[in-house]
């Protein structure tokens, strides 16, 4: 892809781009690499009820395991995945894994937790999305309704093929969040077609909503919306005790963020969470 070009149509690279280009080139080779060697790593991030101080469900959060890099964020592969067209089979892997390890904890006991999985704007539009949302509950045992796909507001510019897409996912028994709420193009109209359960409101107005008046307003405003359409509210990227009296005080739900947990590896949520359980409940 050339940001160039000459008046015949061939491309002039700069070494720059041809240094940012091999880059990608090496990105997009070892991405694929990646899904063959099982180098993707699900973490799961805590969420909590402010009623009852309970974990009601988990968020699965995508990071690449690079031999030589590290731990790899999704911000910084996605856009490429999303690019080659890759995100499609990396959404497949995320669904089975995460709703796989779901299925263990319930057959540990917590039979109550749901999984929140993160769709791509690819894999929405998709055709087959329901069905391979069917397939992934079938082939795993897990009860529909404790699988939550979050998507976003920029992914339903399609009012009417979303509203269809939407509908056939609740009649499968799960739940839709629609996640960042407010950064898009937030529409009334979404509140009132769409099939959804849960809104997560966006971390850029948890974070400013001490300090701004006007989004702290905002987040009441979400809430009581929320609320009269009978919609649950979670916030996300609460990170400190403020925030989360705060929200409490605005009878917002479920709260998401550093101030409990971070994103973990399925094994240290084991150790700090399951194992702690009592009676199928993680009380904190
Ligand atoms: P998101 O779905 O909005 O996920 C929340 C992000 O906020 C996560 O970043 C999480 O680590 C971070 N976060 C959680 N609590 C806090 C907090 O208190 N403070 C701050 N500053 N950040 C917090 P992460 O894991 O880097 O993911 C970034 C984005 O990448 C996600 O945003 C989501 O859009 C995308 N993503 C991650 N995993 C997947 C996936 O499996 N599939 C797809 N399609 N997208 C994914
Ligand atoms: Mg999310
Ligand atoms: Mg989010
Ligand atoms: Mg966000």
Redesign the pocket.
């Known amino acids: 892809r050339a940001k160039e070009r000459g008046k015949n149509g061939y491309c002039f690279y700069n070494s720059d781009m041809n240094e940012e280009s091999m880059k990608k080139l090496t990105l997009e080779t070892e991405l694929e690499l990646a899904i063959k060697n099982d180098d993707l790593v699900?973490?799961y991030?805590p969420q909590i009820d402010l009623q009852t101080n309970q974990i009601i469900g988990m968020?699965?959060?995508?990071?690449w395991n690079h031999p030589q890099l590290g731990l790899i964020?999704?911000?910084d592969f996605?856009p490429i995945a999303?690019e080659m067209g890759l995100?499609v089979i990396?959404?497949e892997w995320?669904l089975s894994q995460?709703c796989r390890q779901m299925k263990t904890w319930h057959d540990q006991g917590l039979t109550s937790l749901k999984i929140?999985?993160?769709?791509?704007?690819q894999?929405f539009l998709k055709q087959r999305l329901v069905d391979k949302v069917k397939q992934v509950l079938l082939d795993t045992g897990l009860t529909p309704n404790c699988l939550e796909l979050?998507i976003?507001e920029s992914m339903t510019m399609d009012v009417i093929r979303s509203t269809s897409i939407l509908e056939e996912l609740s009649e499968l028994g799960i739940q839709i969040a629609i996640?960042?709420f407010g950064k898009g193009f937030s529409s009334l109209n979404y509140l009132k077609n769409f099939h959804i359960h849960r809104l997560?409101i966006?971390?850029s107005f948890?974070?400013d909503m001490i300090s701004g008046p006007k989004d702290a307003k905002i987040v009441g405003t979400i809430i009581s919306i929320a609320h009269a359409l009978n919609l649950k509210v979670i916030a996300?990227?609460?990170?400190n005790e403020e925030q989360l009296l705060f929200l409490r005080n605005l009878n917002c739900d479920e709260i998401?963020?550093?101030?409990y947990s971070?994103?973990l590896p399925a094994i240290e949520i084991e150790r700090k969470y399951i194992l702690n359980s009592s009676r199928g409940v993680i009380q904190l």
């Open positions: 699900l973490h991030q968020e699965a959060l995508l990071r964020p999704p911000s996605i999303e995100m990396l959404g995320v995460g929140s999985i993160n769709l791509s704007p894999e979050e976003t996640d960042d997560k966006d971390r948890i974070h996300e990227g609460v990170e998401q963020g550093f101030y971070k994103p």
